[in-house]
């Protein structure tokens, strides 16, 4: 248990390091230490000072607001016109800051200008000259206060292998979150091939039911029916005469499961011409009625909502000859013209129609579809029947 309390605490504190808290805080840093500094000088006026206190003030105020403009700066981001002009104040300012008080901490000024200029892009003119000035005025002030030579080496040295390992952790970071990039993409590429391949597989098992099972049923149904009306024609027993009914029906049944089973592998796939064909066989087989589907014109790829609004209306159109004309002869003509797509359904019972020219919600529902795409719905009696014609811009 207390295995797992340690190992919580650690995942907190990694977790509270990586986010933006940290960063925030370590980059007050040297407002934190120039506070800090003018309090302890102030509460020491014995102390040092190689300039004035008026411009030492100065300084410190250039240095806490440049650091406050420098803030918001994230990794990636364009150094910026605003920002360029804070960081070589910062730069400037901090280094003659450590200059005027060489007994302070405030070398941590010019070390943190090179550090940030390399850190979160890639250097540029503006970011070398920030280097340039952090290792001159870490080390000059040194060279000047004490007369040190070896001290000023040593920390332009020092300044130089922290740019050296700020540089090093960009880059280790920009190829970390390359290869994070490039592993989210091969994992998108693989998860998008698994289920192109699913589909592809679903379309090939809907093409087999389509072409196999469901065509052998519609034979089927086609024999029956034929062997129904022979056995009628025969002078047949009732019995026999339904056995081969109720057959004719589970044909039916069957081929109405098959042709749901096909809608079901492909999913929300767009009809197409072959699927306006089985509704009209489907219709013929169910009604028992002569059922014609005919394609004019060369046939060519529909846009989805077009080719949906030919079958939804189709559908609409079959329904309702079910509904007012039962075991009426139907022809359906799909032309394909210049510029359009026009679907005719008329239906020939053999008498005047006596439905209305209103019709119903479907109709209104077809309508509606077709005037979404910039189609047109004709709906209206025949001589012996009815029409219905629906027009779309494909």
């Known amino acids: 248990m207390r295995e797992g309390w340690l190992q919580q605490t650690w995942h907190r504190l990694v977790a509270f390091w990586n986010s933006p808290v940290p960063g925030t805080v370590l980059r007050l840093v040297p407002t934190g230490l120039v506070i800090a500094t003018l309090i302890l000088t102030a509460g020491s006026p014995d ?69 940030t200029a390399v850190r979160y892009r890639r250097p540029g003119p503006v970011e070398i000259i920030v280097v340039l000035l952090g290792i001159v005025g870490a080390s000059l002030p040194i060279l000047l206060n004490h007369g040190s030579p070896g001290g000023a080496v040593g920390t332009a040295v020092g300044a130089v292998a922290l740019l050296l390992a700020s540089i090093n952790r960009r880059v280790r970071e920009q190829q970390l979150d390359d290869l994070q990039v490039s592993l989210a993409r091969k994992q998108a590429a693989i998860e998008e091939h698994s289920r192109a391949a699913a589909l592809a597989e679903r379309a090939r098992i809907a093409r087999d039911v389509h072409d196999v099972l469901a065509h052998s049923l519609a034979g089927l149904s086609l024999s029956l029916q034929g062997a129904r009306l022979m056995l009628v024609r025969d002078g047949a027993s009732e019995e026999a005469i339904g056995q081969v009914t109720r057959a004719q029906g589970l044909a039916a049944e069957g081929l109405a499961e098959a042709r749901r089973a ?44 077009a080719m949906t609004a030919l079958y939804r209306g189709l559908q609409e159109a079959l329904t309702n000859t ?31 129609p006596a439905r209305g020219v209103g019709g119903g919600y479907g109709l209104v529902g077809m309508r509606e579809r077709a005037e979404l795409i910039g189609g047109s719905l004709e709906v209206g009696p025949t001589e012996d029947g009815w029409r219905v014609r629906l027009v779309v811009p494909a």
């Open 47 to 115: 102390r040092r000072r190689q300039l004035p206190l008026p411009i030492i003030l100065l300084l410190a105020a250039i240095v806490v607001l440049g650091n406050l403009a420098m803030l918001p700066l994230r990794y990636g981001e364009p150094l910026g016109r605003r920002r360029a002009i804070s960081l070589l104040a910062f730069v400037i300012a901090g280094s003659l800051l450590w200059f005027a008080l060489p007994d302070s901490v405030l070398v941590v000024l010019p070390f943190w200008a090179v550090r």
């Open 262 to 305: 096909v809608a079901t592998l492909r999913e929300d796939s767009v009809p197409d011409v072959r699927a306006l064909s089985d509704l009209v066989t489907a219709f013929r087989l169910e009604g028992g009625g002569a059922a014609i589907f005919e394609v004019e014109g060369e046939p060519r790829a529909l846009p989805a909502e």
């Open 322 to 352: 079910r509904k007012h004309a039962p075991g009426a002869a139907v022809e359906v003509r799909l032309a394909y013209e210049s510029g359009r797509t026009a679907l005719t359904v008329e239906d020939h019972p053999g008498r005047p």
